[in-house]
């Protein structure tokens, strides 16, 4: 289990990657492109315009507010526990699976949000990232080799804890 500590928080309000206000101003991007999302109101605006995620990660909330649920027919889900604040072994382990096999929802118990970094830091180049950003927009985090050592610089502020969910 992986703690993020108080004084790394703000590094996690910034966008990571690109903010657009509109939901319809990313999707020309994506065409032929690897998407992975984070959070239910953006997988399902994906699957609302008929462009399904690669992977999906959704914990049944948006805002902290109970969200119907998402479903991908056909698409594996795992299912995972992962506390607010931090990131589980299992969340981890899981997106690394899941960028192996496509076609995987994740379904958090717990919250999703801090997932984009171990998601990024295991996609391939040129795959795309999605997440809201809430009150602004949406957030495109295209993954380059740049892009990843920001994952790896992030990841590096959680402190390392004993596995507790």
């Not at 991007?29 to 990660?57: C, E, N, Q």
């Not at 998402?70 to 992962?82: E, G």
């Not at 969340?91 to 118990?109: H, M, P, Y």
Request: proline share 8%; net charge negative; hydrophobic share 35%.
């Amino acid at each position: 289990m992986r703690t993020l500590p108080d004084g790394c928080r703000d590094l996690f309000r910034q966008p990571f990657g690109t903010l657009y206000t509109s939901f319809d101003q990313i999707l020309p991007l994506l065409s032929g492109k690897l998407v992975f999302s984070v959070g239910d109101v953006v997988t399902t605006s994906l699957l609302m315009a008929g462009r399904p995620p690669d992977i999906a990660v959704i914990d049944g909330q948006t805002m902290r507010r109970p969200y119907p649920g998402v479903t991908i027919p056909h698409y594996r889900c795992a299912r995972v526990k992962n506390p607010a604040g931090g990131l589980t072994d299992e969340l981890i382990e899981e997106t690394r699976k899941a960028v192996e096999s496509l076609g995987t929802v994740i379904q958090v118990e717990g919250e999703e949000d801090l997932a984009v970094v171990p998601l990024a830091l295991c996609s391939p180049d040129g795959s795309y990232i999605i997440y809201g950003q809430p009150g602004e927009g949406v957030v495109l985090l295209q993954i380059t080799p740049e892009t990843r050592k920001r994952a790896e610089e992030l990841f590096t502020c959680f402190e390392q804890n004993a596995e507790r969910v």
